[in-house]
């Protein structure tokens, strides 16, 4: 699921002018939104090497641009930021803004 999730963000990231950010609502313990932003730059870093013929990739986030990753072989990465209003007392496991639905 993650693998195919992460594959169809960047196909859509892609397609996108600008930056790109993918909120996940609700995230509760934010596990899914880490999950993917790993698998998001494992891909990005293959396609980017596919592209370049396999050269070293180097990582580059930009403060100025909303936290995007951006690869050498313009892969372009989106951002995700996983939100909950705290409501179920999750405890959090990877970074989780606590925010209402409706500020979010």
């Keep these: 699921f993650v693998h195919k999730l992460a594959s169809y963000l960047l196909d859509r990231s892609d397609e996108c ?3 790109t950010i993918v909120l996940e609502i609700n ?6 939104s880490m ?3 790993n698998r998001i730059e494992e ?9 370049l013929g396999n050269k070293r990739m180097i990582k580059n986030r930009n403060l100025n641009n909303v936290g995007e ?4 072989g313009r892969q ?3 951002l995700l930021k996983a939100v909950d209003d705290g409501r179920r007392r999750i405890k959090p496991m990877a970074p989780v803004e606590k925010i209402s639905v409706e500020k979010a």
């Design 76 to 78: 372009k990465v989106p």
């Design 27 to 32: 995230a509760g313990d934010g596990l899914l």
């Design 17 to 19: 002018t600008g930056e």
């Design 43 to 51: 891909e990005a870093i293959a396609r980017s090497e596919k592209k």
């Design 69 to 72: 990753l951006h690869l050498t």
């Design 35 to 37: 999950l993917l932003e």
